[in-house]
């Protein structure tokens, strides 16, 4: 079964918005609101930012934020910070009671 | 603090076993499910299997079923993962990881720092 899809690479200035796609046409995905997000520092655990598309776990910051249209998922990191470089990766649950995983985007604070 | 701890891993042939675990604290073990996921070297993550806090649910990715088989002891609150016939493509590290209640295994919350299994 095919990752879900996202850009590989994201770049952005300090203070500046960006936005993180993940489309799962393709893959099977079963409903609309089973998605989240996860952020990877180099030899780190990811830790959880976004779960059921737009929801935030307590402790992460409100520049995060998550949305959904149609087969694609969206993340928005706001008010950019250096701190925020780092590999970010999308995750559904699929049609076959299993979880799919995007194959991750690197962003690059400029 | 929540926390999950993994070990276990190592080197081991091809064709060989491994059996790895994590040790759960500072939450109630058998009230959440719990999620292995696996990251191949320079690689993005890659799920690979959950369990229902119970134990009695099972879940893998489907191209390891059959290989591996997931369990809990939640008398010891520890989780493991069996892996047989590995293959050199199952090399990554490991990350044992909390769900979040309610939420069946979509979701997790707190992960471990991973073990790293190598096979060669």
């Known amino acids: 079964q095919s990752a879900l899809t996202q850009p590989a690479s994201v770049s952005g200035s300090p203070g500046q918005s960006i936005t993180i796609s993940c489309s799962g046409t393709?893959?099977?995905?079963?409903?609309?609101?089973?998605v989240s997000w996860y952020q990877q520092h180099p030899g780190k655990a990811p830790k959880l930012l976004i779960f059921?598309?737009?929801k935030r776990p307590s402790g992460v910051s409100n520049r995060f934020s998550g949305s959904k249209s149609g087969d694609t998922a969206s993340l928005t990191i706001s008010g950019l910070q250096t701190e925020d470089e780092a590999d970010y990766f999308c995750?559904?649950?699929?049609?076959?009671?299993?979880?799919?995983f995007g194959g991750g985007s690197r962003l690059t604070v400029l | 603090e929540e926390q999950v701890v993994e070990s276990g891993g190592g080197l081991v042939q091809p064709g060989g076993s491994l059996r790895l675990s994590c040790a759960a604290s500072?939450?109630?073990?058998?009230?959440?499910?719990m999620t292995w996921v696996r990251q191949a070297p320079g690689k993005g993550l890659e799920w690979v299997s959950a369990?229902?806090?119970?134990?009695?649910?099972?879940y893998y990715a489907g191209s390891l079923k059959g290989r591996f088989t997931m369990s809990r002891d939640n008398s010891k609150n520890t989780l493991y993962l069996q892996m047989n016939s590995l293959r050199v493509e199952d090399a990554a590290v490991y990350y044992c990881?909390?769900?979040?209640?309610?939420?069946?295994?979509?979701?997790?919350?707190?992960w471990g720092t991973g073990t790293t299994v190598t096979v060669s």
């Open positions: 995750c559904s649950y699929a049609r076959t009671s299993t979880l799919l």
């Open positions: 369990i229902s806090g119970s134990g009695s649910s099972t």
């Open positions: 990881a909390k769900n979040i209640g309610g939420h069946f295994f979509y979701y997790m919350d707190v």
């Open positions: 059921e598309v737009n």
């Open positions: 500072g939450f109630t073990f058998s009230n959440f499910a």
């Open positions: 393709s893959s099977g995905v079963a409903t609309s609101s089973l």
